[in-house]
């Protein structure tokens, strides 16, 4: 059994074309990210080593700020919505007929592409057309804003299709949490008198504690790499008021031709985000010692 | 880590409580409810009411007033006129043949981890799952001068090879949780019998796991017929792009056209739709199994 099982050639075989296409696209250009980030070149003619140059340059970017500062204000706001999503997952677990149908409505933007989802959001954004606006002139609201278009305004406007994006998921995975709740528990706390409102939040939500973080650090992560919506909506316009990280090192490499210092920007990225999976693994290691009974 | 399943089996027992809220308060909780399911399906009902009306229709009628006379022709329009058709077959296959890569070859994987005895196979394992963590967007500038030197930009098989990549650590993450519970005694005996390992993946392994490939397989193809920054990177043949670029570029040649922009779009997400009525249940379980990709 074990000979057999232990067979090199065929584990090779097994193991060996998975790992060398994650090798070939996620290992190595990680590594010639970093390694690009040193140098100076616009991804046709030879590059020039010159060592932490970018970074540096980085450091003292005003528009990289800017576009770092956007993807905080994103990763907040989506930290707060969860608050919103967990209130809603509490309701529909609450002995609702019917809850099933309800978390499956609210997952399907979830499915959508992001191109789908913005160039719908577009329309319903538009001046003139779009729903919101229609709504806003025949409530008597005249000269609505162009959402999009107003500097003050666009990153809180994009923010909205990206809460009807990701709600259902959230509240999906809050919903199973609550869920794996033994109804003991629960039952225990009535029999001894508490209220909805003390089982909610003296019970229910120091044992679903974990998911909460680990959502939170989901939420957060997600926001430092969102892309695909604000470039198809916005493009980070205008006048880089939606600019956030991913679209400017999109941006500095594929639009200005600045290969190297959009690889520093790419590292930088990386960076960020193992800081904060990093944060992910301390927050549920501990996840063992929750007890339900 | 995180189940619909565990939560559904004790979805009869919770509700067999009482509740404290009374009806008013039952009533509020419903109203919370609808009003959030509203908010979720109001724009998709508006997408569809528009991608059948023209632009007359669009401007000077109420928002949810159904179309007098439906204009299936936006439909057909945008069907005939440009590359639609084009972008969805590539779609289509792009998405069926980097899924059933992902999935046979993370199966394979999971399979020598979890039932083949070799050194570095919890290395091999880590190395699979750290690269969940690595943003997209971080690997594409070398992704791209890569695919360039080999002359593969411009080329489906760049597409397939990120797509197959960055879903592999998801797909075996999910296939393990399943591998782990599948008892090994049919695959002792056939081995004792002188069966060989092929024979067991492939005889006796593989057809166990069908529910979690299922599983695993639509995931992916969410992810893939939905992916955007890849296609828009390495591809600019109109014979090669898929459905996410190309409504991309076709809407940005009929900006005023509202019915065709909005039929456009129909058909873009009309698949994943479908595939949702039949399939929810396991669409829901995919989705929380890999909510660790975010």
Known sequence: MDKVMSNKK?????????????????YIPIMLTAYYGLNEWNGI??????????????????KFWDSAWHSLLLAVFSAASLMIYLAVAMVLASKIKGANLFRKIYLIPMLLSSVAIAQLWLRIYHPTNGIVNSFLESIGITNPPAWLAEPSLVLFALFIPILWQYAGFYILIYYAALKNIPASLVEAAKIDGATSFQIAFRIKLPL??????????????????YFDLIFVMTDGGPNGASEVMASYMYHTAFRAYDFGYGSAIGFFLLVICLIVTWVIRKLTASKETIQYS | MISGATGQLQEGRARSGNGAGGKIGYALLYIVLIGVAVFQLFPLVWLLLFSLKNNQEVFDLPPLSLPMNPRWENYEKVWSAGNISVYFLNSVWITVVATALTVILGSLVTFAITRMKWKGSSFVLGLFMVAMMIPVHSTLIPLFSIFNKVGLTDHPISLILSYVAFNMPITIMILLGFYYTLPKEVEEAAVMDGCSVHRVFFRIVLPMTGSVLATTAIINMIYNWNEFIFVNTFISSDMFKTLTVGVQNFIGQYTTDWGAIGATLMISILPILLMFLFLSDRIVEGIAAGSVKG
Request: hydrophobic share 65%; net charge negative.
């Open chain 1, 10 to 26: 065929i584990i090779a075989l097994y193991v060996l074309p998975a790992l060398l296409v994650i090798m070939a696209v996620v």
């Open chain 1, 208 to 225: 679903i504690m974990e998911v909460i973080k680990v959502t939170i650090v989901l939420a957060v992560v997600g926001s430092l790499k």
């Open chain 1, 45 to 62: 003619g030879a590059m020039t080593f010159i060592g932490l140059d970018n970074y540096q340059a980085l450091l003292s970017d005003g």
